[in-house]
């Protein structure tokens, strides 16, 4: 089956105890594969797994820009929703607060066997009182979490974000204020329980913590987990409680890790990242205001290494960009410039006025700063400047040529040169060798009389055009009219008229005294 559901709201379901199925108090799905797009999961509640949700079977769902909120699985695992058996569930842009597994992990997500992806979804206040991840616990398979958002989710056990005991990647991944508390609480952030390979790069984590000796940010208790990456920036609450490997290992490269002394691995520092702000404008950790942002003068800038940016990944946490150099800070990371940022969110300063441009104007809000805008008054992200001129091609009236961003007199792909320096461009002058700043062409021939030698009139009796004199189409029929229109020629160029076969007549004044007049 694959049912689509599109901006539903399902609230207050409740997967009673002892019905026949206690599980998924939202939606109960067995096999087929749902599209969920833009739909709310609200005070729902399973007596089992899944409070809004329970997929089984080979269910495959796909969730994009869906609120799952203040939903609970009493006894069982997944206060969110619970993706059991072999199944391959997609999470995109989601957001899952205040959810609560009572009985087993998964706060707001517990996730069986398969693969599972998660994409720039965010996890706030989810708990797991009972079990592993107070967000998200993966039991089997797979899973992979890119620029993902985790704050203040918590544990008695452990993962107070994120438990695995299998394998997974992170990348981009945001991790402020999550804790594993009481005397099980171990990995603040990331607790590896099982035999799997979890990797993390360019993620960022700040004052997770964990019970004493459990590892604030970082955690493997188990003899064939291992947490491996680079480009990360790791803070905990205590240095001397940042990371701990109780069983298993834990091998980071170029990252900022806080911990007393270096950490074991090439290009890896421990100074303070300086973020911008870690606990936010309301000055209270673990919510999503927290700013990890890295301030222009932090040392994680431009200090990773660009070969441990996994492939095909272009933008950071926020959607900007991956690679950008700051010309104010020197390079010392590894790599071809740009050196990629440790960190989940790259610093951009394209002026290299040492101010990233988050904090610059950006007037069509194309992400772009006007201070580096090639259009700053139209929208184009991409920037692009097919003839290379600096005007973006959404903007330039001349896309093709270098020269010009409009069309001018002569249109693109024509310079507007003036050889005479008459301020009539030559394109457009009827004397492009004479300067005659009045354009006057007195028999309309498309020679300026300053340039031309022989001014023709002419007139023909039967011609039906414009009566202008301007050529035999458009002859004056009237011989009068051209001898008073030659009288209006100057510059001392000689008049022709040219006169065709008929008979002409004055016309005034009347009578026997009417003549033509020179």
Not at 91 to 107: R, V
Not at 171 to 194: E, P, Q, R, W
Request: hydrophobic share 30%; aromatic share 6%; charged share 10%.
């Amino acid at each position: 089956a694959s049912a689509v559901l599109d901006r539903v709201t399902m609230r207050g379901g409740n997967g009673s105890a002892g019905a026949a199925d206690e599980s998924g108090g939202g939606i109960y799905t067995l096999g087929g594969s749902p599209t969920i797009n833009s739909c709310t999961f609200i005070e729902n509640t399973s007596n089992s797994n899944g409070g809004a949700g329970y997929f089984a079977n080979g269910s495959n769902p796909s969730f994009t820009n869906c609120l799952i909120t203040n939903n609970r699985a009493v006894t069982g695992a997944g206060g969110g929703f619970n993706c059991t058996g072999t199944n391959n569930p997609l999470f995109t842009d989601c957001t899952f607060s205040n959810n609560s597994s009572n009985g087993a992990g998964g706060g707001a997500l517990a996730l069986g066997d398969g693969s599972a992806v998660l994409s720039g979804c965010t996890f706030v206040s989810n708990t797991a009182p009972a079990g592993s991840g107070g967000a998200v616990s993966k039991t089997a398979g797979a899973a992979s979490l890119t620029a993902c958002r985790f704050f203040g989710n918590s544990t008695f056990n452990v993962g107070g974000a994120f438990a695995i005991s299998s394998s997974s990647i992170c990348i981009n991944c945001l991790f402020s204020g999550n804790f594993a508390i009481n005397g099980a609480g171990k990995g603040g952030a990331i607790g590896a329980y099982g035999a799997g390979t979890t990797t993390v790069n360019n993620c960022s984590f700040s004052q997770n913590r964990a019970y004493s000796g459990g590892g604030d940010s970082l955690y493997t208790n188990h003899p064939g987990a291992l947490i491996i990456g680079a480009n990360n920036i790791v803070v905990g609450n205590a240095p001397t409680d940042n990371i701990v490997a109780a069983s298993g290992g834990i091998s980071l490269g170029y990252s900022d890790v806080v911990v007393v002394g270096t950490y074991p691995g090439t290009g890896n520092i421990n100074p303070d990242p300086l973020f911008v702000d870690p606990d936010g404008a309301h000055n209270t950790l673990a919510t999503i205001d927290d700013d990890l942002h890295l301030q222009i003068a932090s040392s994680c800038i431009d200090a990773g290494s660009n070969s441990n940016v996994a492939g095909g990944v272009t933008t950071d946490l926020d959607g900007r960009p991956r690679f950008a150099d700051v010309p104010s800070v020197a390079d010392s990371g590894s790599g071809t410039p740009p050196i990629v940022d440790m960190g989940a969110d790259e610093v951009h300063d394209c002026n290299g006025n040492a101010i990233d441009d988050s904090n610059e104007p950006d007037g069509d809000s194309d992400g772009v700063i006007d201070a580096c805008d090639n259009c700053p008054s139209t929208a184009n992200t991409n920037q692009l400047d097919t003839d290379a001129d600096t005007v973006g091609d959404v903007c330039d009236g001349c896309p093709f040529d270098p020269s010009k961003i409009a069309p001018g007199s002569c249109g693109c792909g024509v310079p507007e040169t003036d050889g005479d320096g008459d301020g009539i461009p030559t394109c457009i002058d009827n004397c492009p060798t004479v300067p005659n700043v009045s354009q006057a062409d007195c028999d309309g021939d498309g020679v300026g009389d300053d340039c031309d030698t022989v001014n023709q009139i002419y007139v023909r009796s039967s011609a039906t055009g414009a009566n202008n004199g301007q050529n035999w189409t458009n002859a004056f029929t009237n011989l009068q009219s051209a001898l008073t229109d030659a009288t209006t020629c100057t510059g001392g160029v000689a008049i022709e008229i040219w006169v065709a076969t008929g008979t002409y007549t004055p016309s005034s004044p009347a009578g026997r005294s009417a003549t033509l007049l020179m």
